[in-house]
């Protein structure tokens, strides 16, 4: 919900900019609410914290993702360990105990690793798209601010000059 507030807030600053006057004498610079900016604003860093609340969870849920994997391999160490030890009666028995041991082990092993392998691909993928969403909304706010700037400047300007030309 709270990417969905931030893409929002984004998306209606974008349109305050867009639809903005455009300056005296320039098509790329334009005249915007300070107030109104400066309220997205703060409510874009505000909603921010929430997604690198949500990015940490992601890592806490992968690291008990791969706790939970750990202790099904453990589990199943432990009960490839008895069947090995019940099937110990002869020969024959132990050499098909010591077969399917090592077969568990092997599985689990190998699940072991796919389960790691996998929770590590999404939270990478999860804490990337979450990185790019962040500074696709710091660039954002870096542009309007620097575009905020410069047609403050401009307006201060002309402000100076018509004031130099009644002074004449």
């Given amino acids: 919900m709270e990417e969905k507030d931030v893409q929002r ?70 009960q490839a360990e008895l069947d090995a030890k019940v099937i110990v009666s002869e020969s024959e028995t132990l050499q098909q105990a010591r077969q399917k041991s090592s077969e568990i082990i092997r599985r689990a092993e190998e699940r072991a690793k796919e ?17 790019e969403a962040i500074q696709m909304a710091l660039d954002e706010v870096k542009e309007s601010r620097g575009r905020f700037r410069a047609a403050s400047a401009e307006k201060m300007q002309q402000i100076r000059e018509k004031k130099d030309e009644k002074a004449e």
Avoid at 28 to 35: A, E, G, Q, T, Y
Avoid at 115 to 129: F, H, K, P, S
Wanted: charged share 40%; with cysteine; aromatic share 6%.
């Fill in 9 to 78: 807030l984004l998306d209606m600053l974008y349109g305050m900019i867009d639809e903005a006057k455009s300056a005296a004498f320039s098509s790329d610079k334009c005249i915007i609410s300070r107030d109104e900016a400066l309220d997205l604003l703060d409510e874009i860093r505000g909603k921010l914290p929430l997604e690198l609340k949500k990015a940490q969870e992601l890592i806490r849920a992968r690291e008990e993702y791969v706790a939970s994997a750990k202790k099904e391999v453990e589990k199943m160490l432990r």
């Fill in 115 to 131: 389960l790691y392998r996998v929770a590590n691909t999404y939270t990478e993928d999860a804490l990337r798209r979450t990185e």
